[in-house]
């Protein structure tokens, strides 16, 4: 089922609530990578990551969550997620974590993809509306510009090669 | 804090959608006294609406529930047919919002029974903790865990392809539906449908296998006499997605039937208690001490005369041969009604997705315009109900929801203070007695998520009393 290394296949899932200001940063990256149409990648939105995901996943090489920060680094943070050997997978199925969704599917199939977690800094959560602050737009911005390159390169000078600017920071977490 | 009586908290209730907390009251001979099912977040939906135009009602309420948005989508659009005045939907509007909902009992029931339930059912109440999760059911039978998220995906893919979006979609819209399914949209769905109803059967199989198999252990294991409630079609069929209200006593004797649930204020009422953020409803005419009732799978199993697909039929009629006709009390047979209903909504799929009126374009349709209306639709927890007001500037007044779990507030606590009072004693608390407090909340699936709603209630508080009523300590909640 899964495809072979030269078709290398990369899913953006941007996850946050739309309906909360900035907490639409994750859907919001997911809809500007769409527009881009890169060869090998799509983006799909969701509000929340469910344990269906996994079946998504399990047939991919790269899987970029893309989420909303509340007090992370700006503009924004890459890391690269380590499949947990045992954790906890979440209190709900309708809320699993990206690592939490990592370790169900390899658990189910066997294995899992490469995957990185993207915290894109935002400021205004405590009200309704679709709108981006402004700030967080700016932060969009330069999480587009920083990993349009990546995706297109599919993810393999990732690690070998952390960003030049220093707040863009690289790093592993499970 | 008397020296002679001791608290116990499970919090929070694990493999239950939402969070909840059990307190557990001793007496000093070490024995349980009184046992409650606490609701710990809060919601007040019901005032958010206010003041919305009533289009927007049917997304607005798909935030008040991550996992049975659908339910609360539909409930609404029902509400909403009857505000505009549509009184009955063009067939492909309603074949859609069926569609869509059977997808939605499908892929809920499926999660529940392969992902949360399974394990106290593979496993044992006893087994390993670690081994008594999705986790375990993934290294022991990897066939099953992989089935539930397939089914699952199975479902939301259905959802998304008629609402637009797995979760909080657009399609029912006040009079009808927003989309109809292209034959290129259905295609992929008909050619799964037949491994979905194969891996259907075969959960049916072990629901029934187990609750048969354990049936001396489970008949006395939170479970009790009770009222049912659920719609019904006018012919008596089980139906999910619309019907009339019908209410059966413990022995199946009718306590009110064929009633228009537009009316369903005067024949069900709702009591506060000052311990949680719960309304207790209970049907009017018997009073709160013995009008409360059960909703959900078990309840519909028993109020229907017949379901309408033949393999869910069947399986029914096994079912109710367990009790010789008469309904089933036994609250952990709740699975097995769940995954009979699982059946058939497998079935109404595969009967819908090659309907041609799926791809029809006469997707709305109004009337004249009224200042009230109740929507309600059978979700995959139980009857669900929606009821609003709407000024002439089109805007909600009043918004009254009774979500499945609220329905189920009485019998859960029941239910947990039997498993608490037999299971639970002296002072060694192991981990397989209180799981079997969660079991038998697990039998229920609540969501606790969505079921407190009652802007203007108290703040969460425990309370500490003595066996004799005397409060003896308050905490509350912040």
């Not at chain 2, 397989?432 to 709603?453: F, K, M, Q, W």
Request: proline letters at 5%; one cysteine or more.
């Amino acid at each position: 089922m899964r495809k072979k290394k030269k078709d290398i296949t990369i899913l953006v899932i941007g996850y946050g609530n739309v309906a909360r200001l900035d907490d639409g940063l994750g859907p919001a990256f997911a809809a500007r990578i769409q527009t881009l149409k890169l060869t090998d990648v799509t983006a799909d939105s969701k509000s929340q990551l469910t344990v269906e995901d996994a079946v998504t996943i399990a047939q991919l090489d790269y899987v970029l969550f893309a989420d909303a920060s509340v007090n992370g680094p700006e503009p924004f943070e890459l890391k690269a997620l380590k499949v947990p050997h045992r954790g906890r997978l979440g209190f709900s199925t309708h809320n699993l974590s990206p690592a939490a969704l990592l370790g169900l599917t390899r658990e189910l199939f066997g294995s899992a993809p490469k995957a990185y977690l993207l915290q894109i800094r935002g400021h205004v959560f405590n009200d309704f509306g679709d709108k981006l602050s402004k700030r967080a737009r700016a932060n969009l911005d330069a999480a587009v510009e920083h990993l349009t390159p990546l995706l297109q390169t599919g993810f393999r000078h990732c690690l070998d090669h952390p960003p030049k600017n220093a707040s863009p920071s690289l790093s592993e977490s499970s | 804090m008397s020296a002679t009586t001791r608290k116990i908290t499970i919090e929070p209730v694990t493999r239950v959608e939402g969070h909840g907390k059990v307190t557990i009251l001793l007496d000093e001979h070490g024995q349980v006294s009184q046992a409650r099912l606490h609701i710990v977040e809060f919601r007040g939906f019901e005032r958010f609406i206010q003041g919305r135009p009533y289009w927007e009602v049917p997304v607005l309420v798909q935030r008040l529930c991550g996992i049975c948005p659908v339910s609360h989508h539909l409930a609404a659009a029902k509400a909403m047919d009857g505000i505009v005045g549509a009184d009955t939907l063009t067939p492909t509007a309603e074949k859609i919002r069926r569609l869509m909902h059977y997808a939605q009992i499908f892929q809920s029931h499926a999660l529940h029974f392969f992902h949360l339930a399974s394990p106290d059912l593979l496993f044992g109440f006893d087994a390993d903790p670690a081994v008594r999760n999705v986790r375990g059911v993934a290294k022991k039978h990897p066939e099953l865990a992989v089935q539930g998220v397939m089914m699952r995906k199975f479902g939301q893919e259905i959802i998304k392809a008629t609402s637009g979006k797995k979760i909080h979609g657009t399609g029912a819209i006040p009079g009808g539906v927003n989309k109809s399914l292209s034959i290129e949209e259905r295609d992929p769905f008909l050619n799964d449908v037949d491994q979905m109803l194969a891996w259907c059967r075969s959960a049916l199989q072990i629901a029934k296998d187990y609750t048969v198999k354990h049936l001396g252990e489970l008949a006395d294991f939170g479970s009790v006499d009770s009222n049912h409630v659920s719609l019904v079609r006018g012919d008596g069929a089980m139906d999910l997605y619309h019907g009339n209200l019908r209410a059966i006593g413990p022995d199946g004797q009718k306590i009110f039937d064929h009633v228009n649930y537009q009316k369903y204020f005067d024949y069900i009422s709702e009591e506060v208690k000052p311990w949680s953020y719960m309304k207790f409803p209970f049907i009017s005419a018997l009073g709160p001490e013995t009008g409360w009732y059960r909703v959900g799978p078990l309840a519909r199993l028993n109020t229907c005369d017949f379901i309408g697909t033949p393999e869910a039929e069947a399986a029914r009629q096994e079912f109710k041969a367990l009790t010789r006709g008469k309904p089933n009390n036994i609250t952990m047979a709740y699975h097995w009604a769940r995954m009979i209903e699982l059946l058939h909504a497998c079935e109404k799929i595969k009967e819908l997705l090659n309907d041609p009126d799926l791809q029809g374009t006469d997707r709305v349709t109004t009337g004249e315009r009224r200042g009230e209306s109740v929507g309600l639709i059978e979700a995959p927890r139980g009857t669900l109900f929606h009821h609003y007001r709407v000024d002439k500037n089109d805007q909600v007044t009043m918004a009254n929801l009774i979500v499945s779990t609220t329905h189920n507030n009485t019998p859960m606590n029941l239910a947990v203070t039997d498993v608490a009072k037999k299971f639970i004693s002296g002072t060694t608390i192991t981990e397989g007695l209180l799981n079997r407090v969660e079991v038998v909340i697990r039998a229920y699936d609540p969501c606790l998520s969505c079921a407190t709603h009652a802007l203007g209630q108290m703040p969460l508080v425990v309370e500490l009393m003595t066996p004799c009523g005397q409060l003896i300590d308050r905490k509350f909640s912040t």
